[in-house]
């Protein structure tokens, strides 16, 4: 992925594709068609950066000419990219405006839940663990248990 003019190499463990698909397929029979989930797919975010987020929740719409410029939410899988994706990220994504980011720590077994962006920042991070439930500010309604999520470590 581009990232401020450079391409970062990503790499995909097999438990980072577990917490993708169990996040894809959850929020695509919740939102319906309501907004529309992209995985692993670009966003126009700037003239030196395309980030490919985990998952992006964005406008329902058709992209065929262009990749989507804005998001509701994006969420990264984190397990080596903790580092990156808890600063060059967040600071990417509230630069360009992007209303809530998800981390889904998979070692930690937790998601931290960046909101409110403020001149390149944000302003609120609170972190989720087990037994706790979190929802999405623009869809409220959509609701991810931690314990749920991460129930496949305990076997």
Excluded: C
């Amino acid at each position: 992925e581009l990232l401020y003019g450079r391409l970062v190499p990503m790499t995909i463990h097999p438990p980072h594709s577990h917490f993708v698909k169990v996040l894809t397929k959850l929020f695509v029979i919740a939102l319906g068609d309501r907004a529309d989930v992209l995985v692993q797919s670009p966003i126009a975010s700037s003239d030196d950066s395309e980030p490919e987020p985990d998952l992006s929740i964005v406008p329902a719409a058709t992209y065929f000419d262009d990749h989507p410029s804005r998001a509701l939410l994006i969420i990264e899988v984190a397990d080596s990219t903790l580092k990156k994706d808890r600063t060059v990220k967040a600071q990417l994504y509230a630069e360009t405006g992007v209303p809530e980011y998800w981390i889904v720590d998979g070692n930690g077994a937790a998601i931290e839940v960046y909101s409110q962006p403020i001149d390149g920042r944000y302003s609120s991070v609170v972190r989720y663990s087990a037994g706790q439930t979190v929802s999405p500010t623009a869809f409220p309604d959509i609701v991810v248990s931690l314990d749920a999520l991460f129930s496949v470590r305990s076997r």
